[in-house]
C-alpha cells in the first residue's frame, strides 16, 4: 500500500528525472488549492504514522499472544 496519494497527500514522480520534480514543485506553488488540499491531507496521513500510534501498535502486537 502506498503512503502517499498523488494529488491528495503529496505528488508522485520520477525520483530521478528532474524534469518531473521541478515542474511538480512550480505546479504546487502556483496552485494554492491543490496546494491545500495536500496540506490537509498530508496532515491526516501524518496522523496514522504517528510515534505514539506505532508503539502502541508495537505493544499491543507484542503483547497480545
Not at 514543485?25 to 496521513?45: F, I, K, Q, Y
Not at 501524518?46 to 510515534?51: C, E, Q, W
Amino acid at each position: 500500500r502506498e503512503i502517499i496519494a498523488h494529488g491528495e497527500n503529496g505528488v508522485l514522480v520520477d525520483f530521478f528525472s528532474v524534469d518531473q520534480i521541478a515542474e511538480s514543485v512550480v505546479n504546487v506553488l502556483s496552485d494554492r488549492v491543490d496546494a491545500s488540499v495536500m496540506r490537509t491531507g498530508a496532515a491526516e496521513t501524518a496522523k496514522r504514522y504517528s510515534a505514539t500510534r506505532g508503539v502502541a501498535a508495537y505493544i499491543k502486537s507484542a503483547f497480545s499472544g
